[in-house]
């Protein structure tokens, strides 16, 4: 407990402040090719943002429940369950936008990493076109992951942002639910999938490769 929360009993923790701001696209909206402007706005807007909001209110809810010494666990837990999928929402959605904004042209230490683990550039991006494919008209994440334990790269299938192997670092995310693509493509998954693609930012992709390969080294 800091000072000013000892001489402030009241004053919410650090965990329960709920002050957590969307972050502006990474990226001109206008120059991606295939995706619209349109669409990523609205996506930014009332998905992105409106996930940091409901996580805000979350934890500020969540404080204010923790005092209710007779509330059932059952109803804490309702709320901390949906604590961790605002959470995944938030965090999946700035690595999204974050990765986006590129010419699609994969390069340096992230394609080394892909032809490593599975044995070609394009039978990794076969397996990850397949993943998401496999989502298309429902919901859910294809999250390229670095494992901090193992060591060990992987494509995963991740439903209700809260589905990672343990100690997962992302590498490349692709959201896959209906509101990323259907103001575009309608039911079309696959021709998203295909713009996304075109749409990568290696240059971001690269970086978290370094991040992830000095942490996973620790």
Not at 62 to 84: C, F, T
Not at 153 to 160: C, E, I, K, L, S
């Amino acid at each position: 407990m800091t000072s000013e929360q000892q001489a402030n009993p009241t004053q919410a923790a650090r965990a329960f402040v709920g002050q957590h701001q969307a972050k502006p696209l990474p990226f001109d909206p206008a120059k991606l090719k295939g995706i619209s402007e349109k669409l990523i706005k609205s996506h930014w807007e009332n998905n992105y943002t409106g996930a940091v909001k409901a996580l805000n209110a979350v934890e500020q809810r969540l404080d204010v429940m923790l005092k209710e010494k007779d509330l059932p666990a059952y109803i804490y837990g309702d709320l901390k369950r949906e604590e961790l999928i605002r959470t995944g929402s938030f965090i999946l959605h700035e690595h999204y936008f974050a990765n986006l904004g590129g010419d699609g042209k994969a390069r340096g230490r992230a394609r080394d990493l892909l032809i490593q683990w599975f044995g070609s550039y394009e039978q990794w991006e076969t397996e990850f076109k397949k993943t998401a494919a496999a989502l298309g008209g429902g919901s859910g994440w294809v999250v390229l992951s670095y494992n901090l334990y193992s060591g060990e790269v992987h494509n995963y299938w991740a439903w209700d942002h809260m589905h990672n192997a343990p100690m997962g670092r992302p590498l490349l995310v692709l959201d896959m639910y209906e509101h990323a693509y259907q103001m575009d493509y309608g039911a079309a998954a696959v021709q998203y999938i295909e713009a996304f693609m075109q749409n990568v930012n290696w240059d971001e992709v690269n970086r978290r490769v370094e991040v992830a390969m000095k942490a996973g080294l620790l």
